[in-house]
């Protein structure tokens, strides 16, 4: 029997609270999350029974609908998974469920063509075939670009829906450059995906807006959604315009950048863009100058290196210099190999 909407609800609300590790879990504290999420998404306010609730643990306990959750009871009064990297949301589709996933891919591909849809086309193709490789798992008709082993991925839905409501988070974070981890408040405004890693901007309670690397989040919790803080800041369409990636500081502002590439790789940068302000100012039998308007970052240092000796950055000075840096200090390491190969 496929899962109705109000159980499913009820099942991924206490799969959220189980998997939260920074709290314990009475059954009153199930119930009191379980109908607010009951009355936030289907505005149902008559709450929820401590049967419902108990009928839902065990429901979620059985293979019926293949979720075989390991949930124990803790000095006899606290619910938790026995295994803290378990959640619902990894366990196989039933096929019932299936069916109805199949229904909902096709009235999308019958929508797909207007406008309101144009940016859905990829999905769309992305679901149908996910459909198609759960079902006969030797088949696939097309290839994404994923990685499977990219940490942070279970936290997407979670932090849409505080976004969605307006829910500030503490936050467990730890930067790749940070010995320990540390836990803020933050208030979190934006999920943003590039080069399949995902992002969340956000502000901490005292601080200016910052870019939290999905992968980098140890653990989150939502708090009381009265003392959100709004970002009144420019347009996160606007603020995303001048930039390639996801680096950049709310001062920060776009710079003219000037970049020739060689004969080789230029069909390759002109039907390609680097970036979406990209002006072509050169072209001829040795190649092509090109002008982007982009903020100088990380991000930006890596699409240049990545064509190696076919790009010559032209301006700025301190992106010329900085390019001239890394390129050196590569060539280098090479240096070493040539002495030790020499030497053997």
Known sequence: ?????????????IDNCLKNRFRKWTLEDLMEKVSDALYEYEGISSGISRRTVQGDIQMMRSDKLGYNAPIVI???????YENSDFSITNSPINSADMEKMKEI?????????FSYFDEMSDMIAKLENNLHKSA?????????????????????NPLYQAI???????????????????????YPYLLKEYRNRWFLLAKPQKGKLM?????????????????????NGVDFERYFDDLLGVTKSERDRGQKVILQFDRQNAPYVLTKPIHHSQT?????????????DVVLNFELEKEILGFGECVKVLSPRNL??????RTEKAAKQYETIDKLTMNN
């Open 1 to 13: 029997m496929a899962t109705n909407k109000l159980a499913l609800i009820r099942y991924k609300t």
């Open 136 to 156: 006969d798992r030797k088949k696939n008709y097309i290839q994404f670009e994923s990685n499977t082993r990219l940490k942070g991925l279970e936290h997407i």
């Open 74 to 80: 803790v000095d006899r009064k606290f619910y938790t």
């Open 280 to 292: 072509l100012l050169k072209e001829d039998e040795s190649g092509i100058i090109i002008r982007i």
């Open 105 to 113: 891919v096709s009235v999308l591909k019958h929508l797909n063509g």
């Open 320 to 325: 010329v210099s900085r390019i001239k840096r």
């Open 164 to 186: 969605l409501n307006k829910m500030p988070l503490l936050i467990e974070y730890r930067s790749f450059t940070a010995q320990q981890s540390s836990q803020q408040i933050y």
């Open 211 to 231: 870019t939290l690397a999905l992968d980098r989040i140890l653990a989150f919790h939502a708090l009381r959604t009265d003392v959100f803080e709004e970002y």
